[in-house]
C-alpha cells in the first residue's frame, strides 16, 4: 500500500495557534509518501533513502529515543484509540517537501504514517481525515511534547485551504477556493525549530500568566490593545502582546475576504506581507536572506508573502498567481532554492499501489 500526504504552508495565524488563536493555512503540492508490506514478525523496519537512514524497532518493545521518533509514537496512539498490531512492516518513506524547513515535512510522514497504519493494523478500517489529523497531534504534540500547535497535523491530513480554530472548541472550516499559485522559497538555512517555537510560545503564555492575575478571565481571544493598559507590561512584554493582536485581527480581515465571490489579491498580499513584518520586528523569527528573497519577489509583482512555519531560517513563500515563474527566478537569485505549488488534497491512498 502507498499512502501519499502534502506538505502546507500558514497563510496566517503563523507562531498564534499553540496560544488558543484560530490559522488559516494551506496543503500544498509537496507530498511525502509511504509504502509498505507486512511482515512475518513483530519488526519494523523504517527505510528513508532521501537521508541514507534505516529506522527498525520491535512491536513489543517502543521505547522513545527523542522527541522525534514519530514512528514509535504513532504506533503508540493507534493502539490506545484501539487498533491491534500482530506484525510489523516494511516501510519506504520518500518525500519532496524541503525537510526542517517549516513546511510540516515530519508531520506530513506522521499522517502517512498514521494512515498506513489504520489501513493495515489486524482490525484495520477507513477512518476520517480528521481523525487521522487528531491522532497524528496527539502522536506528535501530546505524546512527544512538542511545542507547536495543531494546525501541521490537521491542514496536511484534511488538505485544501482551511480554517481551524482550536478554542475554545475544535473547529475545522474548509474554505472553498483555490487561489492559485504561490511561490515556496527554500532559503537553505537550517534552523531550531524547537527552539523558536519555545521561546515565542513560552514568553507570551508568561505574559498572558502575569495578566490573568489581574483578570483571571483574559484570554488571547478577548484581549485588545486598548486593554493592555490595565496590566502594567514592560515595553517588550507590551510589543509581543500588541503584535499577537494585531495577527490576530489580520487572520480575521483575510478570512472575511475570503468569503468575497472574488477576493482583491493586491488587499490580500498586502495582509500577508503585515502578518510578516509583525513575524519579523516583533517576534524576531526572520533573517536577513529571506528578506532578500521576499524583496526580491515583490520587486518582480509578487502581491505579497511571507516567512513560513517556525523561522529563524527555513521557508517563505510570495503570493503571484500571475507570474510565479518569473517570481520563482527572483527568489533563486536571491539565493533560495524555490517551488511554484499549489493547492493540494489531503492524505490519500494509491490504491494502485496496494501490495499488503
Known sequence: MKIKTPGRICLFGEHQDYLGLPVIAMAISKFSSLSGVARNDAKVV????DINNIEEFSLNDIKYDSKQDIF???FNICKRFGFKFSRGFDVTVKSDIPIKAGTSSSSSL????????????????NISKQVIGQLAYEAEVIELDSPGGMMDQFSTSIGGLIYLESHPKLQIDKIDRDLGKFVLGDS????DTIGILSRCKNERLAILEKINEKDSKMNFNLIS?????RFNLSKREEQLMVGTIRNRDILIQAKNELKKEK???????ELLNEHHSILDKILNISTPRIELML???LQVGAYGGKINGSGGGGCMIAYCPENSSETKRAIEKAGGKAHIVNIAAGTQEDKKENIV
Open 46 to 49: 523504517i527505510r528513508k533513502p
Open 72 to 74: 514509535k509514537s504513532g
Open 110 to 125: 506522521l499522517v502517512s504514517w498514521i494512515h498506513f497504519l489504520t489501513r493495515n493494523a489486524d482490525n484495520a478500517k
Open 188 to 191: 537553505r538555512q537550517q534552523k
Open 225 to 229: 490593545e486598548p486593554d493592555l493598559k
Open 263 to 269: 477576493i482583491d489579491k493586491s488587499y490580500f498580499g
Open 295 to 297: 524583496k526580491s519577489a
